[in-house]
Structure formats: C-alpha cells, structure tokens
C-alpha cells in the first residue's frame, strides 16, 4: 500500500529538486505505477504547476514536457504527421483513454520501465531528455543511466528526417506487451528498438549494413535475425524467452517491411 | 491540508489526507456511481471528468484536484439517463455494475467524436472492462444511440 504523508505542489525546479534529494520523497508522474507500489512516501512533490503540460513545436523539433498526458502525444497533430503514426500505434494500446490521459510521457521515460512503448519508440527517434541538473542527454545515453535524483523536465525529438514504424504483441487488449519493437529508416539506414523482452527497451543499429534501400522482404529478415543475435530476451509469465526472440523477428522484418514501402 | 474543487459545478472547500485518492473523496462526498473495482486502474469503474476529460479517480490524489472542475454521472444525469437507455435497450447491463464508468467513458468519446466507427468505439472503451455482457450489447446500445441522435438532428 502506498502511503503519502505531504503532498507538495512545486512552484520552482528548483524546490522540487532541493524536495527530491531527500530519500523518502518522491516526485510524481502519472502516479500510476507509483500507485501500485507499497511504499511509504514522506513528501509527494507534484510538478503540476510548473508548465511541464504542453508541446512545443517548432520548424527543428518537439519540446515534450514531462507532465505532458500520454494522450496528449497521442492527439499531437504535429508529432502524428512526424512519426507517421508510429505515437498512435505505440500508445493506443495502453489500457485505455482515462489511464493515458492521467500517465505521463515524464513518468514513462524516467521510469525506463521494460514495458514501456513510449520509450522504444522515442529509442528509434533523434531524441533527448533535458534533465534539471543533468542536461541535455540523448535518450539511447539516458535509457543506460543509473537511476538518481535529478528531475526529468522534458523530452526533445529532433525533427531528422526519418520514416517510423511500430508494432508490438499484447496477449489481451490493454496488458502489458510481450514485446515493442519500433523502427527507422534514417538518411544513416535502419535501426530498430526492441523492448518487453521483459528487459527496458534496446537500440540496433544497421552496422552490417543488411537492410539497405530498396527493402526487400530478404534483407528485412537478415536485419531482423541479426537485432534478435544481438537482443538478450527472459522468461515471464507472459512468454518465453524463446517466444520473445521469435517475435523479435517477425516484428522487425515487419517494420523494415513497412518501411522499405514508405521510402 | 486543505483543498477547493469544483464537483458537478458546485465549489468544495474540504480537508482531505495528503494520500487520499479522489475515488474515495468523492463517495465520502456522496457520488457513489464512483465505484471502486480493480483498484488497479485497470478497469475504468472509477471514471470522471476532470476538466472535460474522462481520468481514473483511482489513481489521482485529491489533492491534485485541487483548483479543477471534477465531474461524475451525478452530475450529468439526463444526459447520462439518455444515453444508458439505449444500453439497458440491449441488455447490456446484467449485473450493472460497470455501468456508471462505462457510461461516463461513452459520453466522453462521444462528446469527442460524435460519429466513431465501430473499430474507434472499441479502442476508446477498450480500458473499461466488463465481467458479465462481452461487450456487444454495449456496442450496439452506442450505436443505436448515435443513430438515434443522428436522426434527432436531421429532424
């Protein structure tokens, strides 16, 4: 059971990471894992009031706020044309509109949950987080990062040049994913972000050059034989680790597929 | 601590704990189609509006309410009447007790998109979860109603 004894409203970064240092405090997100946990909160410190809500978008990129609603993302006229639909394919499935309208993109990222579909898709994206203290780090650095204190105050995606695409395998509508898998086409070539292997979400890299244009149906499956070589998955109950390495191949060639369509 | 709200257009000044949740501020306040079921913000039963969108009260402190507009099917009876006719028309409601969030949920999608395909009804309610009906009496008691308001206004 989680317990809160003050809930603070931060009115700087400032005092809401001087709040954070101290051990039994917690920031909120969403609050919706954080809900599910026991554990005994001192100060909740809520960065409601700092302006953290909104999308910024300008002729070079998207400055994602940490409190923005996973919803928001979905919704973003601007980040949907961007990604190609990829944000809706990644976000749709999670439970439903009132719990994407409460959890946020701050929460999500942080979080470096293994189920998360917001962060293998921003995995595949010329993306950033801008930590308080930490500065401005590139999500593919940050996933890897030991977890500290510093404050999450938002997310950068770059407007690169780029096609998207997205899938993933739930057992149920709105579970958890057995497994995400998104992909790019940069002017660079391919990668692939695979995550839920129950592991936090990985990043490959077409360094042996396999999926060059124009796709085919045989090059996307040596890319997506080689990210499954390279992707250690595990065993939970919701499959195996063997099921999980299967699906990382079929999820990839996939999205390379797709791709190979949009170039 | 203290908090001001507004629940169903009415302004409340209330002391609440730092950890209450709004679900249980709520029935204490006595809206009780806030209905406590997973408590794992899961199943959509606890649903409101907050500020015209529809969020889990589960999941969200009172204390974060504080300063918004809270909305629950009390306050909106008529049009939630209206609207869970058409489910009660289907059958849809056996043990009734997904109701309330289903509805609210129902309401928001429709205030959001007056016209959803069948495929968009399904995503948009795919978070509130039903034990007893599979769902497909609530899927036509929607679109009956959409047909229905449709009408209404070519009237």
Known sequence: MLTIREYKQATTLEEAWQLNQKRPNRLLGGMLWMRLSKSNVQTAIDLS???LDTIEETETEFRIGAMVSLRQLELHEGFTAYSEGANKEALRHIVGVQFRNLATVGGSVFGRFGFSDVLTLLLVMDSYVELYKGG???VADFVNMPYDRDILVRVIVKKTAAHYSYKSVRISKTDFPVLTCAAALTQEGVQAAVGARPAKAALVKDAEQLATLPMTAEKAQAFA???AGLLPTETNPRGSAAYRTHL???LTARCLTELGGKA | MEITLTLNGKK??????ADTVLLDFLRKEGCYSVKRGCDTTNCGLCTVFMDNKPVLSCAILAARAAGHSIVTMEGMQQEAAEFGAFIADQGAEQCGFCNPGMIMNA????RENSEPTEEEIKEFLAGNLCRCSGYEGQLRGIQNFIAWKKAQAQA
């Open chain 1, 49 to 51: 009031a700092l302006g």
């Open chain 1, 136 to 138: 401005i780090v590139p």
């Open chain 1, 225 to 227: 034989e080689y990210a």
């Open chain 1, 248 to 250: 990382i191949k079929v």
């Open chain 2, 12 to 17: 409340l000044t209330r002391m609440v704990e």
């Open chain 2, 107 to 110: 309401i928001a999608l429709l």
